[in-house]
């Protein structure tokens, strides 16, 4: 579509790049740090590095680098979901506390970190072709080279075998060991891995680096209990476990105070998160709680499982503004036997009784889902099954993805694979309903105004790019002195992912961000 825009420049406020933006602690090298032997020798060069250049230490010992002393600087890449982006938030918040400086190239860092995503194969290989560049005969560039994440806990000790350039293993479970970890490779260790998942606690931090100036994440829950016959999520971040409800106010309150007006509750199931403090609020009263907070002007939540999604939550949503109008609510298939298959613990019927009940709401919520086609066994009349349910929900957007086995789950060994060429060919074909739907939706929207929060510019367009809080991307005339601020836009025009629209007057002077 050319009326799409795909780059957008995000305005750093000041004081956001590079600075710990979150956190009640004290930063700085007097937290944590308690290595021996700090001379850095051995931190080789950062030119040194990198495709095409032989490092200069290539001849000493794998790992010698790590026992060079004090980590200085650190580079971190995040693959999958928000819930890693935030963790590796957190992880970069921990690794300022212990006085280390984030650099933006990776060549130039003593500790280069990939928080990995192994949710399907092809996201679980990026990792492979970055630590390519630190292979065999590089010896990692005299650098420390870390594994975070949900490939690093399925791979556990394997991966210095496939990888033996990585030094340090650790799965989301274990990050809060990171600070002696790390202290163990700064001592000497060249190989240290976390990857315990007995653990009944979040990953809590003093210091949080957000890098998204206007949306704050704030997770709520981690890990996972069910046991979805497609999904490795509970084999690779662990038993499920919540934060307390005066945890989570009070990091909310504290985003109000550092300038943070959209707050993004997170969690693998977000709606399953059970209060453990004696208050033992529900979801829904969390919700309204984070939505009353002064300063809070919108509340997003995701991912929901529809096991655990109840008319309260609508209701939530109904009597608090600040809850924005959007429910993602994953369905996986619109087929029963299907559904029964991948153990998802509810019915064709049953979901779209649910979505009854959001179509119920006094306000117009947006929905999105996500899709998984070809999965074990999905005959054509399945698959037509998700086809009609889709077009009787009308979903604003679907994520959808090809079945994509995963090790140790239930349907990696079940056999009945579909060949990929036939789930390619239903995934085009699924893309293209809901491309029609989209369209459509998108069309019905032409002449009424949102309100948008304004999250970047294009220069050399001259146009601003806001969300509303159906979650809908609108292209209007603007640029970077609109960044941050709510303002009313009317759609002008629309295509299937986004709208263009014209200013209907500023709603107020509020600025996202008060530095
Ligand atoms: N925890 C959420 C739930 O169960 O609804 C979903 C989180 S997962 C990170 C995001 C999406 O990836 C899932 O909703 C599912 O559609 C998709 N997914 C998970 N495992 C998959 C697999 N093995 N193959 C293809 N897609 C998969």
Redesign the pocket.
């Known amino acids: 579509m050319g009326n799409e825009l795909v780059q957008l420049t995000v305005v750093n406020q000041p004081g956001v790049a590079g600075t710990p933006r979150s956190g009640s602690g004290a930063a700085g090298a007097d937290l944590c740090f308690s290595a021996p032997g700090l001379a850095n020798e051995g931190m080789v060069a950062s030119e040194a590095c990198g495709p095409g250049s032989e490092p200069a230490n290539a001849q000493q010992p794998f790992g010698s680098s790590a026992s060079a002393g004090r980590l200085k600087t650190f580079y971190i890449e995040t693959f ?2 928000q819930m890693n982006v935030h963790d590796s938030e957190k992880v970069q918040g921990l690794l300022l506390a212990r006085g280390m400086t984030p650099v933006e190239d990776y060549a130039e860092a003593d500790l280069v970190l990939y928080n990995t995503c192994s ?2 194969e092809k996201a679980a290989q990026k990792v492979f072709s970055r630590l390519g560049v630190f292979r065999k005969g590089r010896r990692g560039c005299g650098k420390v080279i870390g594994v975070l994440g949900c490939v690093a806990q399925q791979e556990g000790e394997r991966f210095f075998e496939r990888a033996p350039q990585v030094n340090l293993v650790c799965g989301s479970a274990s990050y809060s060991k990171l600070p002696q970890l790390l202290e163990q490779l700064e001592a000497g260790n060249t190989r240290v891995t976390g990857l315990s998942l007995e653990t009944e606690e979040c990953f809590e931090t003093e210091i949080t680096r957000r890098d998204n100036p206007f949306r704050a994440y704030l997770t709520i829950i981690e890990g ?1 209990d ?1 046991r ?1 016959a ?4 509970p084999m690779t971040r662990g038993p499920q476990r919540s934060r307390s409800s005066e945890k989570i106010l009070a990091e909310a309150r504290r985003l109000v105070d550092e300038g943070y007006t959209e707050i993004q509750l997170l969690g ?2 977000v709606n399953a998160w059970q209060d453990p403090s004696p208050a033992r609020r529900s979801f829904a009263v969390l919700l309204s709680r984070v939505g009353q907070i002064p300063g809070i002007r919108r509340v997003r939540f995701a ?3 529809p096991r655990f999604f109840t008319a309260d939550i609508v209701q939530a949503i109904d009597a608090h503004p600040a809850l924005c109008d959007q429910i993602h609510l ?1 369905v ?1 298939s619109g087929s029963t036997p299907v559904l029964a298959r991948m153990l998802r613990g509810y019915s064709r019927e049953e979901y779209l009784e649910k979505i009854h009940c959001i179509r119920k709401a006094r306000r117009a919520i947006s929905l999105s889902t ?3 086609v070809g999965f074990c066994g999905e005959t054509r009349q399945d698959f037509e099954q998700t086809l009609l349910l889709m077009k009787e929900v009308e979903y604003d957007q679907v ?1 959808s ?6 090790p140790n ?1 239930l ?1 990696e060994a079940s056999g009945e694979a579909i060949a990929e060429e036939e789930k390619g060919e239903r995934l085009a074909e699924l893309q293209e309903v809901q491309r029609q739907i989209q369209l459509r939706r998108n069309q019905g929207l032409v002449g009424e105004t949102f309100e948008v929060l304004v999250e970047g510019y294009q220069a050399r367009l001259g146009q601003a790019v806001g969300r509303s809080t159906t979650n809908r991307v609108i292209n209007f005339p603007g640029g970077p002195e609109d960044v941050g601020r709510y303002l009313n836009v009317k759609v002008t025009s629309a295509g299937p992912n986004s709208l263009v629209g014209a200013r209907a007057g500023r709603v107020d002077m509020a600025i996202c961000r008060k530095a």
């Open positions: 999958g979901c949710i399907r996972c069910q979805c497609f999904c490795v999520v693998q199931i991912t929901s499982h994953p996986q996500d899709i998984i994520f993805f090809k079945y994509s086995p995963r789950t349907a």
